[in-house]
C-alpha cells in the first residue's frame, strides 16, 4: 500500500529553547530565511506525501499562518515590485494538503500522534518530528522516502536512526535488534527500543532520528502504554508494545539529525545551512575564518 499521509507532531512545550519560545513555536525558528517546519514540509512532499497533519497546541497560531494566504503581505509585496517574493510566499505548503488538530494538554508524543486516529485511518502513515530537520548526504533521496522505501520492502513499521556517541545516548530513544538473513546491516529488525538509557545500560548506540513508518496498529499501542519517562506518554514505549506483536525495523541511515529544540544544534544547524548557500556560504566562511 503507497504511504501518502504523514503527520508532524509540533505542540510541545519547547523549554529548552525559552524564553525564545515563550511566544513563538519552536518548529518556526529559521534556518536562514526559512521555517524548521517548512523544511519539514518540504522533505515530506519530496517523498511523496500527499496529506500532511500537523499537530498544534495554544501559542502556534503561527504555524497555521505560515501555511495559509497573507494577501496584505502579497499587496504589500506588489506595490513595491517585488514580485518573485509574492510568488515565494504564495507557494508555501501548495505540495500537500495541510490539515491541523489541536493538542489540549502536552502529555508527550505518544498522545500527539495519537490524535492523528481519526484522520489517518487504518491505513500505514508516516511521522516526522516538526523540531527536526533531516540533511541526507548529497545525491542521496530525501530521509523520509529513505523510510518509505524500505517499508515498501518489508510491509512492516520502521524508524530511522543514526549512531551516536555513547555518552550522548541518554538524550534519545535506543534501539535494539539484529538484521533478517539476507539484509544488509543497515535494516535491523527491531527487539526492543529503550528511550533515553543511562549509557552502561544502553542495548546499542543506535539513536532514534525523528522520522517513522506506522502501521495503524500504534494507535491501539499508544492506548496501553502509561506515562513514562517524565511523566510523558513516550512513543517509544508504544513502538515497545508494537515491536512485541508484529515486525517492525530501524534503518540505520548516513542523513545528519538537527534536534532543533536542542540549542548546540540549532547552532551547528544555521551555520552548515549558512556556509552551503551560495547567497550567504562565502560570507559567512570569511568570517568564521576571522574569528576562529
Ligand atoms: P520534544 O520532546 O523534543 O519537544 O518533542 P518538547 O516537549 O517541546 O521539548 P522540550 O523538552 O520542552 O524542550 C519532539 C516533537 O514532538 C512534539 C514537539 O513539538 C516536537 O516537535 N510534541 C512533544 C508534541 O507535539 N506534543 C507533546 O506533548 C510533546
Redesign the pocket.
Known amino acids: 500500500m503507497t504511504i501518502t499521509k504523514a503527520v508532524i507532531?509540533?505542540?510541545?512545550?519547547?523549554?529548552?529553547?525559552l524564553p525564545a519560545t515563550k511566544s513563538m513555536p519552536?518548529?518556526m525558528l529559521p534556518i536562514i530565511d526559512k521555517p524548521v517546519l517548512q523544511y519539514v514540509v518540504e522533505e515530506a512532499a519530496a517523498s511523496g506525501i500527499e496529506d500532511i497533519l500537523i499537530?498544534t497546541?495554544r501559542g502556534k497560531r503561527a504555524v497555521e499562518d505560515h501555511f495559509d494566504f497573507n494577501p496584505e503581505l502579497e499587496a504589500f509585496l506588489k506595490d513595491n515590485g517585488k514580485t518573485d517574493l509574492i510568488e515565494q510566499v504564495q507557494g508555501i505548503g501548495d505540495q500537500c494538503r495541510v490539515f491541523y488538530i489541536r493538542?489540549k494538554k502536552?502529555?508527550?508524543?505518544g498522545?500527539?500522534i495519537r490524535l492523528a486516529r481519526e484522520h489517518v485511518g487504518r491505513e500505514p502513515f508516516a511521522v516526522l518530528?516538526?523540531?527536526?530537520i533531516i540533511d541526507p548526504p548529497a545525491g542521496s533521496p530525501p530521509g523520509l522516502r529513505q523510510l518509505l522505501d524500505a517499508y515498501e520492502k518489508k510491509h512492516a513499521s520502521v524508524v530511522a536512526v543514526h549512531r551516536v556517541p555513547r555518552p550522548w545516548v541518554s538524550r534519545y530513544g535506543i534501539v535494539d535488534g539484529r538484521p533478517d538473513a539476507g539484509d544488509s546491516e543497515n535494516l535491523v529488525r527491531l527487539r526492543r527500543l529503550v528511550e533515553k538509557p543511562k549509557p552502561a545500560d544502553a542495548p546499542s548506540e543506535l539513536a532514534i532520528a525523528g522520522r517513522y513508518v506506522f502501521t495503524p496498529e500504534i494507535f491501539d499501542c499508544i492506548d496501553h502504554t502509561g506515562r513514562g519517562v517524565g511523566g510523558?506518554i513516550q512513543l517509544t514505549d508504544a513502538m515497545n508494545l508494537l515491536a512485541q506483536q508484529q515486525p517492525m525495523y530501524a534503518l540505520a541511515w548516513q542523513a545528519k539529525r538537527y534536534?532543533i529544540?536542542d540549542r548546540v544544534e540549532y547552532a551547528k544547524c544555521f551555520i552548515d545551512f549558512a556556509l552551503r548557500r551560495a547567497d550567504t556560504g562565502a560570507a559567512v566562511r570569511e568570517h568564521l575564518k576571522t574569528i576562529l
Open positions: 507532531p509540533a505542540a510541545g512545550m519547547g523549554t529548552r529553547f519552536k518548529e499537530v497546541g493538542q502536552q502529555l508527550g508524543l498522545d500527539a518530528l516538526g523540531d527536526t510523558e534536534d529544540g
